[in-house]
């Protein structure tokens, strides 16, 4: 397990993990107070959408909005062309190569939910250059 470094910053899975109040978003919560915490636009735009299909916009609007407001959580433009760059030569999502880009960007973690197929067979592949974790692996320790 990489070590974790001051900055992290989230996936819409762990967001939509903590908006669920599951045992992964309680891992995520846990890690707000001891790390500085970062997102992506499309990341909150990614996990709005996902809830607002399960539980209507209100709902949505209504976890977004608590999140934003905590002021646990920092969400940062960056330029699109850096998600491009990564895109480019990996196959992975676009919201993940934000994820990727802003953790690259500011030096932190970038931390997803789970291991996704795609996302696992890049890292093998070809490491990035920023440590990527997975919430469930956090559980173990």
Excluded: Q
């Excluded at 978003?25 to 990614?46: F, P, R, V």
């Excluded at 920092?74 to 030569?89: F, H």
């Excluded at 970038?110 to 996704?116: D, G, L, N, R, T």
Aim: charged share 30%.
């Amino acid at each position: 397990m990489k070590k974790l470094r001051k900055r992290l910053v989230y996936d819409s899975s762990v967001l939509i993990e903590m908006a669920y109040a599951t045992k992964l978003g309680g891992i995520a919560k846990e890690l707000m107070k001891k790390h500085d915490i970062y997102t992506t636009e499309l990341a909150i735009s990614e996990t709005f959408y996902i809830i607002c299909r399960k539980l209507g916009v209100e709902k949505a609007e209504n976890k977004i909005n608590n999140l934003l407001e905590s002021g646990f959580i920092d969400v940062i433009s960056i330029p699109p062309i850096e998600a491009g760059k990564i895109k480019c030569v990996r196959s992975i999502s676009l919201a993940d190569c934000y994820i990727i880009a802003l953790a690259k960007i500011l030096n932190a973690t970038s931390v997803f939910a789970i291991k996704e197929r795609e996302l696992e067979r890049e890292i093998k592949r070809m490491p990035f250059k920023v440590p990527v974790v997975f919430l469930e692996e956090l559980i173990a320790r």
